[in-house]
Structure formats: structure tokens, C-alpha cells
């Protein structure tokens, strides 16, 4: 077997609601064969993972999977089995999984959903590893394979600070999204999005930070603010840290004047010798050392968010408890042995480090690794008590005295911290306060309160969402996704520009670029999720539109987990023949996702007069009952438009001149189908764009007097580059329009039917079509156009010079003998050879691969863009602002 890449879709995808990752597997030698065939080989899986006795399989019941292996099934099928079987044994227990076959021969994909996108990577390379080292009669490290997982897993997963504030976040429904390696997160979309990285959010002061991070001036502003705080120095070396002792007194603590999570503390120093190492250890982490006189008491540590105590925990040094038997080491090694306790902070507790530090402690008190305590004696291991040490914490929040809660929250204020860890030291929280405030910190660890060792757990994530979220906030903006064959990047641009005009920052996504408040931030075919999540993160957005493509679908999922608005144009004969797609239904179960993830209570809107999109309303995994569905119909006649708007549906239409918006008995007039520039007599395709809009940005708020104003307001060449755009030539005129399917080249052929010349196509296919899908494209063109010349793709997708060109025009010749088709080459060169004919007369349609090279070629032919054929007739020029417009992707 071999392993062909792993992708990972990490929003809502075809297969799944969650994020997956696709592994591409390639048989090779094993492909049609089944596991029956090779004996021995089921026992030695099920010995080795005897978990997978569990497995429900397809068959609904446990034992389900150990069936099919029994009877004989292919190898992807049980690799995917394998790896979640691993996963489990890990704690990250994955229960979706699915073997589909690829488009090339003996490829597999093997789709499983994951908790730990690294780790499970490494475990779907490991399944394959298992399977094959089994087949050829290898031992199997199993524990190694795990190992290595475990270790990816921690390097790479989010931690648990970070985690539990987007666990929160997701159960109310908040949106996340991880933008770095670390713990960079950003909660919610647009202009209400909030940033978080581990327990710093946004709204937390560099400032603040800053000041909590000196150690001095802290506990200078806290005594000036009448927070109890211990007395004490900064020294620069050992000689001021001998006289701050006998200054002070002993016993004192000895701490770099800006570290963290414990590190460089000394607690419990009496005398010089002590010192000296307690300062040589406080300056591997700063320069400066604090030595400050050693409240007497109990270790807290309180969480402040947004001013308020949230949690609170006591904080125990790691120590362990006599048996009378075992030697300290020993005891060490067993407690490390709780599953509970791990490396760093991805488990609730620290494994204890035997590290110098716990030696010299233990020699302070006559002990050492090799003392066996008497049964029932605690020896406590180090002097500080985080967890990052070993430590264990007991939860104490319904315990705090006033006072001691009147401090931390004083002590937060005082320093400017909105989520802030105030550690403290007094003789019982639940008594008035008696010691001090020893520090405060910025991004306090979380874990303690999440899972204290003994206790109640704190959602203190909750708290922290809810300080970035108050009740009654928003985080989200409006979402309008727009998905189809032919028409979404028309729709888009209509649907952006109308909430622009409204007065949304609009944020959206197009084949040719990004837009942010009208403005083009990134040129190109950006329909994919990326995308849609650049859009997302942007501050100023408050809507979102974003044109969705069949290819982002497939290899990465949605951009968003859910959207308010949807639109599906039409479903037509396209890319059949790529990614595993054969016939139109596939197209549908691919586009059908962006239907289904319409939120409740959101709007879908459908084409009644194509029965592909309408029948996603009928789709079971849609389930259209808990959606507003609004058909469009250009005629307004559409037997299922009539029958959904008489039952008291949303509709709209074109009738009596006008775009009207209806419901039972009731009709709205929107705007005046003449006061539409981009719609030209005839255009149905045109039309039903406009409708679709229309429908979408009401939906999304837009009141429908301002979508007027939208449409009446949207120029055809200035907004909508590359569709359908007029050149006028002389007599004649080009149209530069965007078009490769049957569907496209009927639906532009429109604009030719009332023209009195001829009119000429020069059309080309995506070398990537099927041979079959590229021939009805053939047989479309020449059912529309009095002309065809065939042109070839820059990029022809692995055919060879030529081919697709000879498939037009032998299928032209053998369905339509009466058109007159040739091959001319490239675009370009075919526009310069039809240029007198425009001149004298004749419209031509120009199907072009780059817009921008036609868009040049016309100007230097002396063509004039013009918004309207009625501008033509009328000898109009071009709009001033023309130069202006962006460059359209192809």
C-alpha cells in the first residue's frame, strides 16, 4: 500500500458535519483483494487491537466490523478501522469513518473525523504501517506507533487554557477558528470577532501585561492601592540579596523580577548559603532578582475576569505518602503514574520532575530518593506549589472570605488585567485575609479550575466568553453563500452590491478576488474555504458573501460552519469526469451541502424553473421545514413557483414589467425591469441572476426599497467584469462573457437573438471535462450560434494539443453540418481574425480563457465597452470610470 497525501476538510464537508481528514490510499498489489484471502491475517489484527471487537461497522452492532472481516473486505475499509481504534486507545475516541474508491485505479479515500488533526494524521500513517507489517507476518511496536502519536498530539494540539475557552465558545454556538500553530484562536466573524491566545483575549492591555510582568512595580501599585502585599527588594546580585536577608529577615523568597509558572522561586531561604543558589537560579531567568520576606500560610491562586472573582483554587506542593515500603523514588514514580498526570500541560496534573531542586529538598529534611517513609508519612517533594511542578489544586471558590475576594478583584483592577490569576498566601481563604497578594498574572493557566485535584470543576472558559460576549451580543455577521453551475459569480456581485448600497461593509468572495467594502484585496479564483475565511476574519466586515465552487467543496470543506442565506443558481451538466463525478447527480449531492447548512430559520433560495436546485427543498438531509425557502422564476409561471407561492411561500418573479416579491395573495413591486441596466430584452439568464439576488439580500436585511436602488445602480461592465461585458466595434459588437458547459453557451446566446447580423461563437471546454460532457458543450454551441470558432485553453488539463478542439469540431460536424466550426487556436488570435466582421456588422461571443488579455486585446482593437445593446444602438461610449474595474478571473 501507499499513502497518495492526507488533506484535511476542516469545516462542514460532504461527508461529514465536523471536520475530517482524507486519506488518498493507493492498494497497489492488494487492490480487489479481500482480507479472507490471506490467512492468519483477522486473528493477528484482533489480537493485536482487540477493541476492534466493538465496532458496529455498517452493520449497526458491535461486532459488526469483525463480521465483514470474516466474510472478506478491501483493505482501505481496514485501515480506517485500525486508525480509529488507535485513536481510542489514545483518549481521542472518533466513532465516523468511510472508505469510498477513488477515480484512479487501486485509490482509495479513507475519511475519518479526529480530535487531534496531527495526531490522527500520524495514526492514519501508522494504520497503514500496522496492516502491512501484519500481512507480511512482522511484529507490530503497537506501543511505539501510540507513542509517537501521543507525542505529535501534544506538540501540536491546542492547550488546555485555550481549550477550554473554545469548548465554551462552541457550546453556544460561537464560531472558531485557529489561525497559528500555537494558541492563536480567533472566536466569532467579521467586526464582532474576538482574538484569543491561551488566556489573554483581545481586550487584554499590552500595557497591563507589562506591569504584571514586573514583579516590583506590581507590588508597588497594589501597596499604593491598599492591596496587602509582602515586603521586599530588588537586588542585582548576591551582595544586595545578603543584605535585603538581613534586612528582612529571614525566611524570604528569592524570584527573578519577571518570570512565570514558578520557575526560578526559591522558597523557605534562612540563610547565606541557601541565597547564593537561590539567586544563581532567579537570574537564569532575569537580571534582576526580588527578595521579598515569606508570608506564613496557604498557596491560592485566584481567577479575576473582567473584574469579578471567578475560581478559586489552593495550590499543594507535589509530595507523596509513605507505605512503609516503598522508597520515595518509587512513590514518585507511581503517583507520575496516574493518567491524569502527563508531560507539561495537556493533562489535568504535571508528572513530578526528580529533578536537583527535589533532591536538595528532600536532603533539607534527612531524606532522600532511596528513604522508604513510614506508612501514612507526607513528604512533601518541592517548595512550590504549581501545578507545573507536580502541584495538585483544590477548588475553593465558595470558600473565599470577602476580604480576600475585595483583594484579588482590587489587585486585577489595579494592574488593568481583564482575565488575571492573583496568587496569594493567608492562613484560610474563608477567613479575612491575613498574608498578601504575592503576584499577579497575565494569562493564567486554566487547568487547575477546570480540573482541580479535589473539588468542584469551574467552566471558567464560560466566564471568559462570556466577558468577550456579553448576553445580548452578537457573534457572527449575516452570511450569505451562493453556489450553482452557471450564475454565482453574477449572483455574488448583485448580492455584495446591493447590501453595499444598503450601507454593509460587505466582505466576499468571487473567481476573481476578494472585496472588502468594494474594494479588491487579493485577485483571483478565490471560491474556496480559505477564502471564505479571510472574509470571515476581517474586522470591518458586517456581511458576508461569499461564491462557493464545487472544487472547495470537495477538497476542503465549507469556509463556515453555518450560513443565513443560501442560493443554488442551477445544477447543469459540468465537470463530470473530475474528482470522482459522473453524471449530475453527484453535482447535486456536492452542492446540495451548501443548502443543508443554512441555519434555522434561514432562507434558501432556489430556482423553481431548474428542477435540480428546486429539488434540494424535497432532500431529506436539507430538511427544508425548518428553513424560509424563496423560489425564483423568471416567467413566474413555473408549476412548482405557483403552487409554493399560493400556499403562502416567498416568491419572486418578473410581471407586468417589474421584479415583484410575492406571497399568497399578496404582490410587491420591487423595481422596474426597464430600470435594470443589466437587463437586456430576453436575457432570462440575466433575469433570473437578478431575481436571485434580490430574494438573497432581502433575506440577509436589506430592505427592498434599497435593493432597488441596488439594481438600478449596478452597471454591467464597471460591477460585474467578465460577464456578459459589451464592446462595441463599429458596426457590430463583442461580447466577453465566462463559459464552458451547455448551459452557459445557451444561456449567453440570449443576448443574440434579436441582433440583425450574424452572430459568432468562440468557444473552448476544459481539457478536464469528460469526452462526452465536452461533445454536448458542441452540440449546445452550435444549437445557439449561426458561427463557431474553436479556441484552445492555455492550460489544457492533460490533453494533448488539439484534442479537445477536434471533439468540438468533429461533434459540430457530425450533429449540426449546416454550422460552419474551425479551429483557430487561441482567443486572441481568433478576435483579430473576426475583427472586420464586427466592424461590418456582426455580433460575436467571446468565451475567454483571461479576461484581462481580451479585455487589452479589444481596447487596442479600438472596441468602446458599453453597458447596454440599447447604449449600442444609441452610439453611447464608455462609462468615465471603466479603467477603473478590477481585473476578473478566469
Not at 474576538?194 to 492591555?205: D, E, H, K, N, P
Amino acid at each position: 500500500m501507499r499513502i497518495g497525501g492526507i488533506r484535511t476538510l476542516d469545516g462542514p464537508n460532504v461527508y461529514h458535519s465536523r471536520p475530517v481528514l482524507v486519506m488518498q490510499l493507493y492498494l497497489e498489489d492488494l487492490d480487489g483483494r479481500e482480507s479472507r484471502e490471506f490467512p492468519g491475517f483477522d486473528e493477528a489484527l484482533v489480537s493485536l487491537l482487540p477493541g476492534l471487537a466493538r465496532h458496529h461497522c455498517g452493520l449497526g452492532r458491535e461486532g459488526g466490523f469483525l463480521e465483514r472481516l470474516a466474510t472478506g473486505t478491501y483493505f482501505g475499509h481496514v485501515v480506517e478501522h485500525v486508525a480509529l481504534e488507535m485513536a481510542g486507545m489514545l483518549g481521542s475516541p472518533v466513532t465516523y469513518g468511510k472508505t469510498r474508491k477513488g477515480d484512479e485505479p487501486g485509490l482509495y479515500n479513507v475519511i475519518v473525523r479526529y480530535r487531534s488533526e496531527q495526531g490522527m494524521r500520524r495514526l492514519l500513517r501508522g494504520a497503514v504501517e500496522v496492516v502491512a507489517a501484519l500481512l507480511r507476518g512482522d511484529n507490530v511496536d503497537l506501543p511505539a506507533v501510540l507513542a509517537e502519536a501521543e507525542a505529535v498530539a501534544r506538540r501540536t494540539d491546542l492547550g488546555p487554557s485555550t481549550s477550554a475557552i473554545v469548548r465554551a465558545a462552541a457550546r453556544r454556538g460561537i464560531p472558531w477558528r485557529r489561525l497559528n500553530e500555537d494558541s492563536l484562536v480567533q472566536l466569532g466573524h467579521g467586526r464582532n470577532r474576538r482574538l484569543i491566545q491561551a488566556a489573554v483575549t483581545g481586550a487584554t492591555s499590552h500595557v497591563a501585561v507589562e506591569v504584571a510582568s514586573d514583579k516590583a512595580l506590581t507590588k508597588a501599585l497594589l501597596r499604593e492601592a491598599g492591596v496587602p502585599v509582602p515586603e521586599g527588594v530588588v537586588v542585582d546580585d548576591i551582595g544586595g540579596a545578603l543584605e535585603a536577608l538581613r534586612d528582612l529577615g529571614g525566611p524570604v523568597v528569592v524570584k527573578p523580577l519577571d518570570g512565570n509558572q514558578g520557575n526560578g522561586i526559591s522558597l523557605g531561604v534562612d540563610q547565606p548559603v541557601r541565597l547564593l543558589g537561590a539567586v544563581q537560579l532567579a537570574k537564569r531567568y532575569a537580571d534582576r532578582v526580588i527578595v521579598e520576606r515569606q508570608l506564613q500560610g496557604r498557596d491560592y491562586r485566584v481567577l479575576v475576569v473582567g473584574g469579578k472573582v471567578v475560581a478559586a483554587c489552593e495550590r499543594r506542593p507535589p509530595e507523596v505518602v509513605g507505605d512503609g515500603v516503598s522508597a520515595v523514588g518509587e512513590l514518585i514514580e507511581a503517583v507520575n503514574g496516574d493518567p491524569a498526570r502527563g508531560e507539561g500541560h495537556e493533562r489535568p496534573l504535571t508528572r513530578i520532575a526528580i529533578d536537583d531542586e527535589l533532591v536538595e529538598r528532600l536532603g533539607e529534611v534527612g531524606m532522600g530518593l532511596d528513604y522508604v517513609p513510614a506508612p501514612g508519612q507526607t513528604v512533601i517533594l518541592k517548595r512550590a506549589a504549581n501545578l507545573s511542578v507536580g502541584g495538585t489544586a483544590v477548588d475553593v471558590t465558595d470558600r473565599l472570605h470577602p476580604s480576600v475576594r475585595w483583594a484579588c478583584e482590587r489587585a486585577a483592577v489595579v494592574v488593568g488585567l481583564d482575565v488575571c490569576g492573583v496568587d496569594l498566601v493567608t492562613s484560610d481563604a474563608a477567613r479575612p485575609l491575613d498574608g498578601g497578594v504575592v503576584e499577579v498574572n497575565a494569562s493564567p493557566g486554566l487547568r487547575m479550575h477546570v480540573s482541580p485535584s479535589e473539588g468542584e470543576a469551574r467552566d471558567v472558559g464560560e466566564a471568559i466568553v462570556s466577558h468577550l460576549f456579553p448576553p445580548g451580543s452578537e457573534a457572527r455577521v449575516p452570511i450569505c453563500a451562493i453556489t450553482g453551475t452557471n450564475g454565482k459569480t453574477t449572483v455574488a456581485r448583485l448580492v455584495g452590491h446591493l447590501l453595499g448600497e444598503a450601507g454593509e461593509h460587505v466582505g466576499m468572495t468571487t473567481t476573481d478576488g476578494v472585496y472588502t467594502g468594494g474594494e479588491l484585496v487579493r485577485p483571483g479564483d478565490n471560491t474556496g474555504p480559505l477564502s471564505a475565511r479571510a472574509v470571515l476574519a476581517d474586522p470591518l466586515v458586517t456581511a458576508a458573501v461569499l461564491e462557493t465552487a464545487r472544487g472547495g467543496i470537495l477538497r476542503r470543506g465549507l469556509g463556515y460552519d453555518w450560513s443565513d442565506v443560501a442560493v443554488v443558481t442551477n445544477v447543469t451538466l459540468d465537470h463530470v469526469g473530475q474528482d470522482g463525478i459522473e453524471d449530475v447527480d453527484d453535482l447535486v449531492w456536492i452542492k446540495s451541502l451548501v443548502a443543508e447548512r443554512v441555519r434555522d430559520g434561514g432562507t434558501l433560495v432556489l430556482n423553481a424553473e431548474d428542477p435540480e436546485s428546486a429539488g434540494m427543498a424535497a432532500l431529506e438531509r436539507v430538511d427544508a421545514s425548518r428553513l424560509e425557502v424563496a423560489y425564483f422564476s423568471s416567467s413566474g409561471t413555473a408549476p412548482l413557483y405557483c403552487r409554493h407561492v399560493a400556499a403562502g411561500g416567498l416568491g419572486y418573479a418578473a410581471k407586468d414589467g417589474a421584479i415583484v416579491q410575492e406571497r399568497g395573495r399578496e404582490r410587491r413591486p420591487i423595481v422596474p425591469v426597464a430600470d435594470v441596466p443589466v437587463l437586456e430584452p430576453g436575457t432570462r439568464f440575466q433575469l433570473e441572476n437578478c431575481l436571485a439576488a434580490v430574494a438573497a439580500a432581502v433575506a440577509m436585511g436589506c430592505e427592498p426599497e434599497a435593493a432597488a436602488r441596488g439594481l438600478m445602480t449596478f452597471a454591467g461592465g464597471h460591477h460585474n467584469p467578465g460577464r456578459a461585458n459589451l464592446y462595441a466595434l463599429g458596426a457590430g459588437c463583442v461580447v466577453l462573457d465566462y463559459g464552458h458547459n451547455p448551459a452557459a453557451f445557451r444561456a449567453s446566446a440570449e443576448l443574440g437573438e434579436g441582433w440583425a447580423g450574424p452572430v459568432v461563437a468562440v468557444v473552448g471546454v476544459p481539457g478536464d471535462r469528460r469526452d462526452d460532457v465536452i461533445r454536448e458543450a458542441a452540440r449546445a454551441a452550435a444549437a445557439s450560434f449561426d458561427r463557431l470558432l474553436v479556441r484552445e485553453d492555455v492550460d489544457r488539463r492533460g490533453r494533448a494539443p488539439g484534442e479537445v478542439a477536434r471533439l468540438i469540431v468533429e461533434e459540430v460536424a457530425c450533429s449540426a453540418p449546416d454550422v460552419p466550426c474551425e479551429h483557430v487556436g487561441d482567443a486572441l488570435t481568433a478576435l483579430r481574425r473576426l475583427a472586420p466582421e464586427v466592424a461590418a456588422g456582426t455580433m460575436v461571443v467571446l468565451y475567454y480563457e483571461r479576461f484581462d488579455e481580451a479585455h487589452e486585446a479589444l481596447l487596442g482593437l479600438g472596441a468602446t465597452p458599453v453597458e447596454s445593446l440599447a447604449a449600442l444602438r444609441q452610439g453611447a461610449g464608455a462609462p468615465p470610470h471603466r479603467a477603473e474595474r478590477p481585473p476578473a478571473g478566469g
